[in-house]
């Protein structure tokens, strides 16, 4: 590896189901790791992060909710440790059945004189909340008493901070369990859990940080196997599957040569807006074809490109790709943004191509209509998809019904059609047919705009038309120009406010996310 990665790298990396996270902490307490001292670990460092986010000048008194669980007595250890330190602390405790060791801490807490409440409103003065009802693994619904004390606690303004998940959010499909704790913070335990890159458990999670409490790689890599099945995109891997630094001696040809079909009169701005994707990710050589009409507006826009005009419409689109265009010549193939469907004998002309090749927008509806499975599962060569929720339904009608599980639905699509599929959301998640999951960690809603997905299928076809010389794994690339172009959003957002991230300004900011990796 280029980038050789610490610890906490690897860790920040690693995405768990519940029952992986129970069989890896089973290896630490098989081994000899006492429970009440991992107990003490964890909760003395989520301890700290809570004092440091809010401390005793500002914040005086705390409600904490203790649930009959492990996670119930990590909530009774910081609730204690604050008590030490000159908070004022509330407990509300639902549930009188506790855990063992979860009743030994709140027995202590009694002895010390911390009030312990039943109901929820004496909470309701207190200036934060800690959420410790329930941690990873929940699956049931949450009714009565703890649902009612749950819906009311969302009603008020004070801020709360949610050890490990959210109470009420299922771990691995980020579903809402009847009702859920709609938490500021969310301090995650030892490894990410999947609900947090599940786009409809957000809302629920606030700002999300990862507490590492050590657990050793080993006993990751044991159960997880490595490479591991699914990961969150970091900087770490990005680094690893940048095209940097290219090689002393090199010429264009060597750094790929990619064709992008695109365009029409309606839509003459997405193969503009692809092309400059393009040519952010540092693609050796640029062809692009486009109805006529608008060749001159693309070599006006793109001088650097080869501009090849094709035959149209009517109505302004690509009637069919001229002659003159050769697949071979190409390491790799981008088509769709603009093409509007009546360009689908282009998607029939260039599902024969014996190059890797991406198709989003109108390249994906066309293929919907051409029976998605049947007309990939004839292709020699790699394919990506890029779609978003809806044109994934039309895709995959099967797969859809998955859903809200993005990581199955988006899992079983890629197996079935034998591509690397991207689905387009708040967390972005790639799938390659071995099964593995390749997780965006973080995006922003600036990137919910007309043309934002077009100069995503230019980067990508970039980075992979030079990934052809350079043999990296396909859907690490793939997955590396989703983490950039999110990246790219996320740094226009903070210069220009989430409303003054056009598809141009995206563009732009392309080259200054490179820069901030060096």
């Known amino acids: 590896m280029k980038h050789p990665q610490n610890h906490r790298e690897q860790i920040e990396q690693v995405v768990v189901t519940a029952q992986q996270m129970r ?116 699956e049931r619904s949450l009714s009565g008493t703890i649902a009612n004390a749950i819906n009311q606690l969302n009603q008020w303004s004070q801020p709360v901070i949610s050890i490990d998940i959210p109470s009420g959010i299922h771990t691995d499909t980020g579903e809402v369990l009847g009702t859920a704790v709609r938490a500021t913070y969310t301090l995650c335990l030892g490894l990410w859990k999947v609900a947090f890159l599940q786009d409809q458990a957000l809302e629920y999670m606030g700002k999300a940080e990862l507490i590492d409490f050590g657990i050793p790689l080993i006993d990751i890599w044991a159960i997880l196997g490595k490479p591991a099945g699914m990961l969150r995109i970091n900087k770490g891997i990005v680094l690893d599957n940048l095209p940097l630094p290219r090689a002393v001696v090199t010429y264009k040809y060597k750094q790929g040569h990619l064709l992008l079909i695109c365009g029409s009169h309606q839509y003459s701005g997405a193969a503009i807006l692809t092309g400059l994707g393009a040519r952010a990710s540092g693609v050796g050589m640029l062809s692009i074809a486009v109805p006529n009409s608008l060749k001159p507006l693309l070599i006006s826009q793109l001088p650097e490109a080869l501009i090849i005009g094709c035959p149209e419409t009517e109505e302004g689109a690509i009637a069919h790709l001229p002659e003159t265009i050769d697949f071979s010549n190409y390491s790799a193939i981008a088509c769709g943004p603009g093409l509007t469907r009546d360009a689908k004998l282009v998607i029939q002309e260039v599902i024969g191509a014996e190059c890797p090749l991406i198709l989003d927008a109108d390249g994906l509806n066309s293929l919907a209509e051409l029976r998605t499975i049947p007309t990939l599962l004839k292709r020699q060569s790699p394919t990506v998809l890029t779609p978003h929720v809806g044109e994934f339904k039309r895709l995959f009608p099967d797969s859809a019904g998955l859903l809200p599980d993005r990581i199955k639905a988006v899992r079983k699509a890629s197996q079935l059609s034998r591509t690397i599929v991207l689905l387009k959301g708040a967390r972005t998640a790639i799938a390659h047919p071995n099964g593995s999951i390749y997780l965006i960690p973080e995006s922003t809603p600036a990137l919910a705009r007309g043309g934002s997905g077009d100069v995503l299928t230019g980067l990508i076809g970039g980075l992979v038309a030079q990934s052809t010389t350079a043999e990296l794994p396909l859907e690490l690339i793939v997955a590396t120009a989703a983490w950039w172009h999110a990246q790219a959003g996320i740094l226009a957002a903070q210069d220009r406010t989430e409303l003054g991230v056009d598809p141009l300004t995206l563009s732009q900011y392309l080259i200054p996310v490179v820069r901030s990796l060096s």
């Open 23 to 138: 069989e890896i902490e089973g290896r630490i307490f098989e081994a000899g790791m006492p429970v009440a001292a991992l107990m003490e670990k964890v909760a003395g460092l989520v301890y700290n992060r809570i004092v440091a986010l809010y401390p005793l000048t500002g914040t005086r008194r705390i409600g904490v909710l203790v649930g009959p669980g492990h996670n119930g007595g990590d909530a009774l250890v910081i609730a204690r440790e604050l008590y030490l330190q000159g908070y004022d602390i509330r407990i509300y405790r639902p549930i009188t059945k506790l855990k063992e060791l979860t009743a030994n801490h709140a027995h202590y807490a009694t002895s010390l004189g911390i009030p312990f409440y039943e109901q929820i409103e004496p909470l309701q003065e207190c200036d934060l909340i800690i959420d410790g009802l329930f941690g990873f693994g929940l």
